[in-house]
Nanobody, 115 residues
Framework: QVQLVESGGGLVQAGGSLRLSCAASGSIFSINVMGWYRQAPGKQRELVAEGTSGGTTTVADSVKGRFTISRDSAKNTIYLQMNSLKPEDTAVYYC?????????WGQGTQVTVSS
């Protein structure tokens, strides 16, 4: 059993910053991928950023240069530092853990950016 607990969402003005955290617990494999997805109302869930246990990171073009993903492997925790936030970043942000062959999701945390 794997649990993902997210924190750090909230309301911020455009241009502001937020930091999301996601802690994984349970049966965590040494090889995995942890990342953040988001889903805005009426839109599909999309990848924001992810990082592998090997240290490779991927960041969506829409947030590149503004968002940074990092991992603390000892704590099985990932972080998403979000700077220069825009109203279009408003969405529910979901933590994701993929360890073959299963995908796990957090409960989601709301990020709202006001203009």
């Amino acid at each position: 059993q794997v649990q993902l607990v997210e924190s750090g969402g909230g309301l911020v003005q455009a241009g502001g910053s937020l930091r999301l955290s996601c802690a994984a617990s349970g049966s965590i494999f040494s090889i995995n991928v942890m990342g953040w997805y988001r889903q805005a109302p009426g839109k599909q869930r999309e990848l924001v950023a992810e990082g592998t246990s090997g240290g490779t990171t991927t960041v969506a073009d829409s947030v590149k240069g503004r968002f940074t993903i990092s991992r603390d492997s000892a704590k099985n925790t990932i972080y998403l530092q979000m700077n220069s936030l825009k109203p279009e970043d408003t969405a529910v942000y979901y933590c994701n853990l993929f360890q073959h062959p299963r995908n796990y999701w957090g409960q989601g945390t709301q990020v709202t950016v006001s203009s």
